[in-house]
């Protein structure tokens, strides 16, 4: 009402970022919307325009401008109203006699996942937080693209799952948004209303899946052999394969973990094994197992009837219905959500995505279940409208006599939930955008049509999967260490995504004392603008003792994730960073409560020597301060003509002597130029050669 044809135009303001306004041709006959025609697209939104008010009272133009096209919806039907002999004129539970006329318009609400609201900055490349004082609760389900949870990022490579619930709720505000507390409030949900969820252009490989209370979520068949099911006169069954079926060997086991069992044995009457069939419904208070809704169900009679399930992404109940009977194996088969979805342009034409499954039946052919009255809304003058009850298309006792079928109908879901799963992988990198709206089965009197919700949309950056990137050491880097010295420092990487299990190893070994410590989030130093550390840290600790004087090590480490698949071949799976170790020749650092004479006999030589070598130390007897560090021996360049064995002979030492003074000491081979550290033994001292 109030309606009419001819051009309409979209709001344009800074607030919506628009840059050139939007107009189309609207065509309106009978009081309703027939046609929409762009006439003139428009730039820059980023939220939905609202149509100008000398068009359209009331009507809302959602038009957001998507990388393939526009994904365009015209709403134009009253909100609800109420009025209250007292109090505010909001909708709320708690006011008194509260009238209700009209329809509630469904809201559809995002749960989320790891990074909504986070951006994507390609330069740094690195996560962009959302803006400050933004809040992931404070959404109001009906604001369609809003800048508060319109960006999302997901890594090429990893799943991702964002969950959708929609819900068609009588305590909305003035402006049509529901608040996070009434929104499930029982005395606010419209009870005769079925809210499902229509979906925009999908990614190719996206599957949907559906949460809603009271589905049936798994099923069972167990098997019998009571003794009630052999003919009169005849002794309890024997054989090996009755034997194992006597007493429902499963049945205990079922009932532990929370199935209830259909009370019709569904091979009554055909002889062979007793046959029965659990379900189990969801379980609101198990947060650590997927629980998702069973939506179709089905039955196979034949190989062919196989094949055509298991085409359709149905899957097989394990458990033949005609077990010990004869005939043709029977199975039931289940499906779950979409199952696998089947794409147009994008699009999901698959007719998968529906309710779960709440209620099921087995009946004789020839019968069908009662159709039941449902329950009056409380806040509403109207009935629901039955659910229908579907049939399967086999026999369960197919190939035998008396012929059985399984029923099932499909519940009410009012709030309705799905989670949209989906791996993004290197060839979908860059923006993707996921719309969905709500639906409800509540009919608009003035439009006869279900009434509808705005759209929901979130612009997704999928970003490629980054190795991790070495922070420190830093590139080419030399680290100088000291005998008895303990010296410890971080070997840290920076991860895109911080969800990702990170692996950082040393390459080979490292030297003997030396080790590399936990994982860990560094505590501070971290430059991250999100708030949350990216980077991860182990620390490398290592105080090389007295034999290990002259040694000079390059280490390596490498850091790696988890291998997604979707690496392009012939791409490095891991990062390398090396850092040159080298301890010093010749110098000690004390240790905590020495002196010189405990530093000798450390090193096979006396005090005097040492004494002598320190001019810095005053007392020979006297405790020096740890870390302190002291010479414990002289500096020799290898001349030409020079051996291990004549050094060894000159200086009164052995070459097994020197060979622990320089740990990287040859015996073999010594270059011109090496230095060594020498500890000379006055005592011992050999003709100069």
Known sequence: PGCSSGTVSATCSASNGCVEAMEAIMTVAGGRIRSVTITRRGRGYKSPPELSAASCPGAVLEAVMLEAGWSVMVGVQPRHVCSAAVGETDCEPTIQNVQYTGQPLP???????????????????????????????????????QQSHAHAVAFAGREMAI???GVTNWCQRTDGSVSLSLRENPACIVQDAQVTLGWGPLPVGAVLETQQQDAIVELLITYDNPFEAHRPGHEWAVGRSNRDLVNQPKAEQARHLGFEQLPVNLNSGSGGASVYLWFKRLDPSDATSE???????????????????????????????????????????????????????????DGGVEVGITELVVLEEGRTPPRDVTDINGFFNATQRSRPW????????????????????????????????????????????????PRSSAIVPETGEQAAGKQLCVAVDVVPDFLPTFIEPALAQRVELYIGREHRSDITVDVTDPTKEVQLEVEGSLPRGADLGM???????????????????????????????????????????????????????????????????CVYAIQQQQHLQEVAALFQTDWLNLFAMNPTVKAPDRILYQGQLVNVGHLYTVVAGDTTSRIAQRFGTTIERLSSLNADLSPAHIAIGATLCIIPDACSLGPHP
Not at 119 to 142: F, T
Not at 394 to 404: E, K, M, Q, T, V
């Open 107 to 145: 809201q559809v609400f995002l749960n989320g996942f790891p990074f909504i609201g986070y951006g994507w900055d390609p330069q740094a490349l690195r996560l962009v937080p959302p803006p400050e004082g933004w809040d992931a609760e404070l959404v109001d389900g009906g604001s369609g693209f």
């Open 519 to 585: 994982m860990t989030v560094p505590a501070a130093g971290c430059e991250t603008r999100s708030g949350e550390c990216h980077w991860r840290t182990r620390e490398l600790v290592w105080t090389p003792a007295h034999d290990q004087g002259g040694l000079e090590v390059e280490v390596c480490f490498l850091a790696s994730d988890n291998v997604t698949g979707c690496e392009e071949e012939g791409t490095p799976l891991e990062s390398k960073r090396c850092v040159t170790l080298a301890v010093a020749r």
């Open 390 to 437: 579907m049939q399967a298309s086999r026999d369960l006792n197919a190939g035998l006599s008396n012929p059985l079928f399984l029923w099932f109908r499909r519940g009410v879901a009012n709030p309705f939930a799905q989670t949209l799963r989906w791996r993004p992988c290197r060839c979908d990198v860059g923006r993707h955008y996921l719309c969905v709206a």
């Open 291 to 349: 629980q998702r809704a069973i939506t179709h169900l089905d039955v196979s009679a034949s190989h062919e009837d196989e094949e055509r399930l298991r085409g359709l992404g149905f899957e097989r109940v394990e458990g033949n219905l005609n077990e010990q009977a004869g005939g043709p194996p029977v199975y039931v088969w289940l499906k779950r959500s979409s199952g696998n979805v089947r794409y147009t342009d994008q699009r999901p034409t």
């Open 163 to 165: 969950t959708v619930e």
